[in-house]
Nanobody, 119 residues
């Protein structure tokens, strides 16, 4: 099984940029498609972005399209979420997740990392 360890969350100002990382161990990251999700206080967890196993396909929630970029470096066994033009409403705990195919559930989750955007 793959284990996911996240890093990169912190307090930033509106309009700032931030990059989250999701490092895999236990199995090669290339065996999994990756997703990023977030959960704001008092809200359900929501989908943010996803990327196929080799990066050929990416998907975004409308709320982040044009501002966030998902990527991966399978040689480094790491996935990324580049977040630009951050807004207060982007404040949430961000989670990376992995699944074995595009139709499988996300069975493997990172520990979460807090992103706080202050005005």
């Amino acid at each position: 099984q793959v284990q996911l360890v996240q890093s990169g969350g912190r307090l930033v100002q509106t309009g700032d940029s931030l990059r989250l990382s999701c490092a895999a161990s236990g199995r090669t990251l290339g065996a999994y498609s990756l997703g990023w999700f977030r959960q704001a206080p008092g809200k359900d967890r929501e989908f943010v972005a996803a990327i196929s196993r080799f990066g050929g396909n990416t998907y975004y929630a409308d709320s982040v399209k044009g501002r966030f970029t998902i990527s991966r470096d399978n040689a480094k066994n790491t996935g990324y979420l580049q977040m630009n033009s951050l807004r207060v409403e982007d404040t949430a705990i961000y989670y990376c997740a992995a699944r074995t195919s595009s139709t499988a559930p996300y069975d493997f989750w990172g520990q979460g990392t807090q992103v706080t955007v202050s005005s």
